[in-house]
């Protein structure tokens, strides 16, 4: 945990003087700026750091205000950052093979600082866009057979969704859109693949946030697994507090619906990182289960894959990855995991991994959508 934190600051300050010498540098002429550029860019970069780091010490007001502005700095930090970057090399390869056009070398500060506002604008565009994305939740529909075995049901219309992370950020506001979007699909289960929650439960209970949870409507009721943000934000409260809003919080369980199908809900693979302790092994889950009947597992983190396959689970449903959240960064999910968006298939065993309904830092989507899946089962023979 310890070593999580070191890497991280670590990284976050190199990133973030990187940015800001070539911002100094950009507008190295305009002397009446250099203060204003200190003083909001130390505001924006340590924004994020003060509202976790002390949020124990700050009001109510305060937090919430340095936890907005620098949920929304992680936004800008990776469009200044690959732009920075891009430039850089543009400037690299004109030092070898000079091809800049005389308007530049002979106005070199002049396109500095006509380039850094250019940046600046368009990395405020993409922002923009990227918040109404978050905000404009999309229904996806999948429809899949599972082997019916002795199952009760012929078919189940369910909702999927992942990666909620509630917060003073993605607030009830945001809930409230989520659950209308729910109720509009008229569900027999609810089904959400961890990361409920995205503070602490005090800080949730604090401003209502979670009550929405309570007014979803479906015929089994509304089942969660953990995702690495349960345990984040405190596993023992954050149970508490999914279990007090409606939803029931399976962790390394099983619960036999209507003798329809099993769910099956794995803790997520953080448990190690923030206890200590081991989640239980697929294997041992699935011998205290009558697999008579379909296998439904929940597991947040799409990681071996093949686990669930070797089980005989029916169907996997997993979240997590976000595909991205902020292109380009779907191509780095891509490297990590076997499938970070979308439907799979490992012999016997279906997989989904959604893209999630939330975002984690800021509330920005610009490489993929904000997500529920409508999941039409078929039971067959």
Known sequence: MAAFFAVFLTLYAAINY?????????ISSIHILKPFYIIVFLLFAA??????????????????????????????????????????????????????????????????????????????IIIIAGYVNTRTISINNLTIDLPKKSSSLTELNAVVLSDIHISPINDGNLLNKIVKKINSLNPDVVLIVGDVVDDRSDILNRDNIGDEF????????????????????????????????????????????????????RDDRAKKQFTGKDRKKLSDL????????????????????????????DFQLSGHTHYGQMFPLGYIT???????????????????????????????????PSEIINLKIKFVD
């Open 214 to 265: 309570r007014n979803i409507k479906s015929k089994y009721g509304t089942f969660a697994c953990t995702g690495n943000h349960e345990f984040i934000n405190g596993i023992n409260n954050t149970e508490k507090f999914i279990n007090d809003h409606g939803i029931k919080l399976l962790r390394d369980e099983s619960e036999n619906i209507d003798n329809g199908f099993v769910l099956i809900c």
């Open 18 to 26: 990187y940015i800001f010498i070539r911002g100094w540098q950009a």
């Open 47 to 124: 924004s994020f750091i003060i509202a976790k780091f002390l949020e124990s010490y700050l009001p109510q007001q305060l937090y919430d205000f340095f936890l907005r502005i620098g949920s929304f700095w992680f936004a800008f930090m990776l469009y200044f950052f690959l732009a920075i970057v891009f430039l850089d090399l543009v400037r690299l390869i004109n030092y070898f093979i000079p091809f800049f056009p005389q308007t530049i070398t002979n106005n070199y500060v002049v396109a500095k600082e006509i380039t850094a506002l250019a940046v600046f604008l368009i990395s405020l």
């Open 334 to 368: 891509n490297l990590v995991y076997e499938k970070s968006w979308g439907y799979i298939r490992k012999g016997n065993t279906q997989y989904y991994v959604s893209c999630g309904v939330g975002t984690w830092g800021p509330p920005v989507r610009t490489g993929s």
């Open 286 to 313: 699935v011998k205290t289960i009558d697999n008579s009947l379909p296998l439904i597992l929940m597991d947040h983190t799409p990681f071996g894959l093949e686990e669930a396959e070797q089980n005989q689970i």
